[in-house]
């Protein structure tokens, strides 16, 4: 395995079936995404099985350079391919004398289980998360519960283009069964509801379908199913609780069906979104703002980790003020924000994104989407008989957009998001307004997170995963406000830049 790796080759060659392909966009800030390839699609894969397979070599050799004990769990989400992907990345993992425990088609979050319930340090996720259908990916961890951040990501990557990349003895595979039960036994032990919430569950044909339903009937809950049936081809929509269509399609299902609320699953199950018994979208980081509400009530003095793309009524809560609670703004990221939450023992931390992780006594510290779920049950099942409706109105008032991507090419996205920032920078520095007021603060933890003078703010950050940039903006005033915030100072601004091209959504 000491051949150059390709990092472009065409399809249906024969030098794509004989050499490694690994383009270097796919190694992201913390996991790893790729361009696999859909029928019908004409866009040049970026990645092939040998490829997968000399991925899982590299990685098999850093946890040796990392003395990490060479125990690994490997799992794969509903994708038509991703079984195959998974074997090939086996492959390497056994070249690379690690002990492979193969635990079939999986939730992220159930790997993520399994290497505690089989003490197993390693973990090998195979999943394109919410991606569209044609990518695929690994998320990947050596101490859980937290997954790789830049710098392993970087040692792999430098790992999988050596060409002294050589292979270890010890290699081996076991194929271990039962863990979806003990995962989904292990939740049902979480909570035990007083009553049956009459819930939908929505899975948009994704992974989750055959997790989540079965976890929240067995908490005590009504469920309602919503697109559960497995079909990797995702007849209805993509499986991500974030994009409107699905968030749509659960407010219909709530009205249609009388139920309380609806939970959304993206494809490998480590977000969560909610609908209330209205119809209502809720963003996550609301949710999250009600959880805190919720758990800090119980434990006073919590600390809570929140990232940049959440909304600021965190900072001034009047509930969370009372029960002494500390909030952390952080970089967004599954892996950044459960590294953080996890450093400062915080209870909880939230991501707008859907991302919910919760450490002890409720979790174990990693991304469930179906954790986060049960939590929102059991924060509705004390609730004293108030509907999600009455709790989401019980909250200070701003009016935050959804997630807008405009596409920007992975090559470029970071050089380019560097001048956006520098840009707001300078404005600030100069006393420029905008929308008439101030800048208060602009926080370049991740990307620019402009703050104006009343608290409202906008922010432009480069997606982690995806060819994109990510903008949202959030107004203490109204709902004009926010989308002028958008369609009269962010857009313009990003319109002056021609790397910048079509968002996924705008308001």
């Not at 970026?46 to 850093?62: D, F, K």
């Not at 769990?73 to 038509?80: A, I, L, M, Q, T």
């Not at 209805?236 to 939970?263: C, I, R, T």
Request: glycine share 10%; charged share 25%.
């Amino acid at each position: 395995m000491g051949q150059e790796v390709r990092t472009s080759l065409a399809a249906n060659t024969y030098e794509f079936e004989t050499e490694a392909l690994v383009k270097p966009t796919g190694f992201r800030e913390y996991d790893a995404r790729w361009w696999f390839g859909a029928p019908g699609e004409a866009k040049a894969p970026e990645l092939n099985l040998l490829g997968v397979e000399r991925l899982g070599l590299a990685l098999g050799v850093l946890a040796a350079q990392m003395d990490v004990k060479q125990r690994i769990v490997v799992g794969h989400d509903y994708r038509s391919y991703s079984a195959n992907i998974k074997h090939a990345l086996t492959l390497g993992l056994m070249q690379g004398g690690m002990e492979v425990l193969d635990i079939g088609l999986a939730l992220s979050p159930t790997a993520y289980f399994a290497q505690f319930a089989l003490d197993a340090p390693c973990v090998a996720m195979v999943t394109a998360s919410h991606n569209e259908n044609g990518w695929t990916g690994v998320k990947m961890g050596f101490s859980p519960p937290l997954t790789f951040g830049p710098e392993e990501i970087g040692q792999l990557k430098d790992l999988v283009y050596s060409t002294d990349l050589k292979g270890r003895p010890g290699g081996m595979l076991t194929h271990v069964a039962g863990v979806r039960e003990r995962y989904i036994a292990d939740l049902a032990a979480k909570l035990k509801l007083s009553r049956p919430i009459k819930v939908v569950a929505a899975c948009g044909n994704g992974t989750a379908s055959a997790f989540a339903p079965e976890a929240l009937r067995r908490v005590g809950a009504e469920v309602v199913e919503l697109h559960c049936k497995l079909d990797w081809t995702f007849p209805n929509y993509n499986a991500n609780p974030e994009d409107s269509e699905m968030l749509h399609d659960m407010a219909k299902a709530v009205k249609a069906s009388g139920a309380e609320l609806a939970l959304g699953f993206d494809g490998d199950g480590d977000r969560c979104g909610v609908v209330d018994d209205t119809g209502e979208e809720i963003f996550a980081d609301k949710v999250g703002l009600l959880l805190a509400r919720d758990l800090s009530t119980q434990h006073k003095g919590a600390a809570f980790v929140v990232d940049v793309k959440s909304t600021g009524l965190f900072a001034v809560d009047p509930v969370l003020k009372a029960n002494g609670v500390k909030v952390d703004y952080w970089k967004t990221g599954h892996s950044y924000i459960k590294r953080r939450t996890t450093e400062l023992k915080a209870l909880a931390g939230f991501e707008k994104s859907g991302h919910f992780f919760f450490r002890p006594p409720i979790g174990f510290g990693y991304d469930d989407g179906i954790v986060a779920a049960i939590a929102v049950l059991g924060m509705l099942d004390r609730a004293d008989g108030k509907k999600l409706s009455e709790l989401r109105r019980g909250l200070p008032v701003s009016y935050t957009s959804l997630t807008m991507s405009p596409h920007c090419a992975d090559e470029i996205k970071y050089q380019v998001l560097k001048r956006i920032v520098a840009e707001y920078q300078a404005l600030a520095r100069e006393g420029g307004k905008i929308q008439g007021r101030p800048i208060r603060d602009v926080n370049t933890v991740n990307g620019a997170r402009v703050t104006l003078e009343d608290g409202s703010w906008v922010l432009v950050r480069a997606s982690s995963n995806k060819p994109e940039l990510v903008v949202v903006v959030e107004s203490m005033t109204s709902e004009a406000d926010m989308r002028a915030l958008f369609r009269e100072e962010v857009k313009p601004r990003l319109a002056r830049y021609p790397e910048i091209g079509k968002y996924n959504q705008e308001i």
